[in-house]
């Protein structure tokens, strides 16, 4: 008789279900890069668009929980991802919970501000509002191993920031002047969506980086609290989380960057595709680094 019972109760609308509600989460991993794939991960708008999709359009949630543990990236591809989330939000109506892992820095915590509440353990890393540029220079790698590198342009500036040039006072200062552009609009978006939570410190908007519990006094974040518990809190002990998962690519493989993690080690890419995936893969990891993870 409770086996029929069951059966009839699925067969029912959910909304007359008493099963508790159902909250959509959303893991976003990774650093935060254009392009990536099965030997690169990377998280970005193309990677994502379709786990938000999928998890905005559930009608009967009230809420999207969004889990992040990154280190930061490409400041554009962390400006898309957060403004899609807000048109979603807006769009269907729903409120955007936002939980750190272990890191939302620089472009992770610019994707934070999505939500509509911060939460994160006292010991996640939170903050470094800034910006950053890396690189390699090979200068004079190619006299020791006997090349010649020949480069013809039009236009005088074609060639700035070239690896395989002696940097240049004015090409690190012209790289500046676009870096403190950025940074404003990263404090901007800070200032809109924070408001007056924000603390009065001079160091905010610095690139320092602070736990949880030090961004909560700060106003980076609402409070300190993991998402089952938070979940439950707001919406019954009968509140269910379901994790959106991401389409499976070639080999069944999970997309980059959305609740997949780590693919591939850096060896692994290195050889995928040459030297070039290297010092992609030593740059993500300093990435982390900078943070003790």
């Known amino acids: 008789m409770s086996d029929m019972a069951g059966f009839l109760r699925k067969l029912m609308p959910k909304r007359f279900r008493k099963e508790g509600i159902t909250i959509p989460v959303v893991r976003l991993q990774g650093a935060i890069m254009a392009g990536g794939g099965q030997f690169r991960p990377a998280l970005n708008l193309a990677s994502v668009a379709p786990v938000l999709d999928k998890a905005f359009s559930d009608k009967q949630a009230p809420a999207v929980a969004i889990s992040i543990n990154s280190p930061g990236g490409s400041p554009v591809q962390s400006r898309l991802i957060f403004q899609r989330i807000r048109d979603l939000a807006a769009e269907k109506n729903k409120r955007v919970l936002v939980f750190v892992e272990d890191v939302a820095a620089s472009g992770g915590y610019m994707i934070a501000l999505a939500g ?30 006997g090349v010649e590198r020949r480069v013809y342009t039009a236009g005088e500036n074609k060639v700035i920031l070239d690896p395989f040039r002696p940097e240049r006072d004015s090409d690190i200062e012209y790289l500046k002047s676009l870096q403190v552009e950025i940074h404003d609009v990263f404090i901007n978006m800070v200032k809109e969506r924070r408001g007056s939570r924000l603390a009065n410190d001079p160091d905010l908007f610095s690139g320092l980086f602070w736990t949880g519990q030090r961004g909560l006094a700060l106003g980076l974040i609402d409070g300190l609290a993991d998402m089952r ?45 040459g030297v070039g995936a290297l010092a992609e893969a030593v740059e993500e990891k300093a990435l982390w680094a900078r943070f003790g993870r």
């Open 116 to 145: 509509d509440e911060i939460f994160a353990d006292p010991t996640s890393i939170v903050g470094s509002i800034g910006v950053v540029s890396g690189g390699f220079g090979f200068p004079e790698l190619l006299k020791k191993i």
């Open 229 to 273: 518990g938070e979940i439950r809190r707001r919406f019954g002990a009968n509140a269910k989380l379901q994790l959106i998962s991401p389409a499976r690519g070639l080999f069944g493989r999970k997309t980059p960057g959305v609740g997949a993690g780590m693919l591939a080690s850096a060896a692994e890419r290195a050889g995928a595709a």
